[in-house]
């Protein structure tokens, strides 16, 4: 895309796009017919004074702003005042596209920077909060290294350790299962006996409870 701002404009098109530019904050006008660089606001007196105008008074040159801002608004049609907010606004607005033009890039870059910029800057104010929360902890980050290490290796053996005790007691169930079926067959009699039949000798009621506390109190031993 074609550079618009220049501070050396030359030929029509870029004397006519730069034609008012800022200068330390004061708009300028690259010739009046007379003299190159001339203040905007000494132009417009100086055309308010050829018009006969009452308010280019002396001395007051200096709010040719609001006095021509006043002289719109009131709906007073004057060109001069007119013109004059055309000056202001392609100053202000050449100056903004000259900061952008001065970076070299293109608006679809720019704003892939800015874009950037903001996850970056996120990414410091998350980074700076975690920051803290380390400071805060007291301890060097070699102290830290060392306790996290310490805890992942106390993680993996509670793991293992889980592990085993879920094994031992799925040991202990199968052979509390055998001992109650063992049971269960050893509460009558023996039936080789010749006088008949004869009750259990232990209910089977009284064998599941026994086992089950009994598994009961090994888990809570366990536990604690």
């Known amino acids: 895309m074609r550079r618009l701002t220049t501070d050396t404009p030359d030929g029509n098109f870029e004397i006519a796009m730069n034609y008012v530019y800022d200068d330390g904050g004061e ?22 004074r050829e018009r006969g105008c009452h308010i280019a008074l002396p001395q007051a040159s200096e709010q040719t702003d609001w ?5 719109v608004m ?9 013109m004059y907010i055309f000056a ?54 070699d102290e830290i290294n060392a306790i996290a290490k310490s805890q992942i290796v106390t993680a993996k053996h ?37 006088h008949g039949e004869h009750p259990r000798v232990v209910e089977l009621d009284e064998i599941d409870d026994l086992l089950d506390e009994f598994t009961e109190s090994e888990d809570d031993d366990g536990q604690n």
């Open 74 to 82: 009131d709906g007073e049609s004057c060109p001069v005042s007119v």
């Open 67 to 71: 006095r021509c801002c006043d002289c």
């Open 158 to 194: 509670n793991v293992e350790l889980q592990e085993e005790v879920m094994r031992l007691k799925a040991e202990r169930d199968a052979l509390v299962e055998a001992i109650r079926k063992g049971l269960h067959a050893l509460s009558y009699e023996s039936i080789e006996w010749t």
């Open 27 to 48: 708009a300028f006008i690259r010739h009046d017919g007379k003299t190159d660089n001339v203040p905007l606001w000494e132009y417009i007196d100086g055309l308010c």
């Open 88 to 141: 202001a606004q392609a100053v202000q607005c050449r100056g903004v596209l000259k900061r952008y033009e001065d970076t070299g890039l293109t608006p679809d870059e720019i704003k892939t920077i800015a874009g950037g910029q903001l996850v970056t800057a996120r990414h410091n104010v998350k980074l700076q909060a975690d920051l803290q929360r380390y400071d805060d902890t007291g301890f060097t980050p």
